[in-house]
């Protein structure tokens, strides 16, 4: 049996309430999941299964890699509806999530639902399976609901991150069948060796909902009331609509008398919610900094919803224009904002001298961002500047060089965050860090390079960097890092939990003997204690 760890990403968009698979989009890949989760887990005992939803505002990791089907019971009840899926986004996140597996031992894999149009198009799609092949990542994908947009996209994704077969595209149009019922005898479930896991046979015998009762009938039971509740629940929104439907015919020889009405209350809502008038809230009792900041993401967002591409670059540069003249507005969250252009923020970052914080976290990974690189340049002039956040940016990855110079000569730069990246090249990063002289602050954590011990020489001749989080990271050789934190003469706090080194505990007191301000943080540090808390 194969030994995998496997990470479900699922589609939880507006457009998984259409009901064309039995009994709701939705409740079909609820009763997949479970299915799927049973199947791995019963195909090997060390198999460990994660859930994620790729769809609202970002992804989300909903339950980390575990054998428990409570786990995933309870977060698959909590799942809500919204937005467009992120399909690109959801896949590079589950990735980490596999990255940081314990046993390392397993194979990758990912299952994703895909429910709903996919946006991205073909070569950014290519690009992304050529980078999950590099990592030797397998991924399936159940391709349901809008099959006829997606297969041809799905198609060339698969092609590009399949490896010797291990990794598979399932397309199930609706129907009267049960998406659990299709993904039985499908490559998905079906091992390498061509055997189905125990408890889940084809054929005329397959069990309701893919679950045999004689081996877990609470969840066979837990099921079938799950279905009886969405079937009553159907029944009387469809029994609501039509009272509503019939209300309305009533009601219509009033509707002209009545629109007016509703016209003059959502005026004076708007005016209300505008402070308009000569009842506005003094602008002493209002936070600026924080209404600014918010205007500003919002401006920016719905800058880039335009279809007008230069709509979109004019907005922008209006906005920064603005942004220019400003001296009073401290912190810009930028965080989950779907920006075209960086050139306008980066121009005014040159010249701006009040903002000191920045948060660029959550941004899409499109491939398709426009003049990114600029923003470094950008960060070569200003020195008003102090913290930056880039986390969960993957695009960071590609811009490693520029940032790397940036680092070099800024002089205003306190504290940066570079944690979720994925990969990138920390040689870069450590070179740029022995030259500076302001950074404090810097989090590295959560990524994907084994070679950490390089901060070793950073350390070394490094005098200004106070707080370094590595929690989750990985030493090739943890005794070149040792050195240079015996040299270090400025960290006074250390993270090194979750990085599995042997004999942290008795390393970390003997450092701790010499260095007293030293606070290094150690839990879950390895192996064993990761089962413990986990």
Known sequence: MVLEATVLVLDNSEWMRNGDYTPSRIEAQSDATIFLFN???????ENTVGMITMAGKSPEVMVTLTSDIGKVLTALHNIKLS???????????????????????????????VGSPVVEDEKTLVKLGKKLKKNNIAIDLINFGEEEENTSKLEAFINAVNNSDNSHLVTIPPGPHILSDVLMTSPIVIDEDGTVPSGFGGGNNDFEFGVDPNIDPELALALRISLEEEKMRQEQEAKKKMEESKAEASGSGNKQGTDEDDDDMLAKALAMSMNTGDDDVP???????????????????????SNNDNNEN??????????????TLQYLGLQNSEINDFEPLAETLKVNKGITSIDLSYIEDDFDLENFDILFEALKVNNTLKEINFEWTLIIDD??????????????????NLSHISTFDLSLITEALKVNTTLKELNVSRNEFDDTELFGEVLKVNSTLTKLDLHEDFFEDFDLFLDGLKENTSLTELNLSGCYIENIETISKEIMKNKPNLKIIKDYENENDNEERE
């Open 39 to 45: 199947a791995k887990t019963r195909s090997n005992p």
């Open 83 to 113: 937005g467009n899926a992120h399909f690109t986004t959801g896949v590079q996140i589950a990735q980490l999530a596999l990255k940081h597996r314990q046993n390392k031992n397993q194979k990758q894999r990912i299952i994703v639902f």
């Open 283 to 305: 602008m002493e009792n209002m936070d600026e900094d924080e209404d600014i900041a918010k205007a500003i993401a919002l401006s920016m967002a719905e800058a880039n919803e």
């Open 399 to 416: 811009y490693i060089e520029e940032l790397a110079e940036a680092l070099k000569v800024n002089k205003g730069l306190t504290n940066l």
């Open 314 to 327: 004019n907005n922008d540069q209006d906005l920064a224009d603005v942004l220019k003249n400003n001296s």
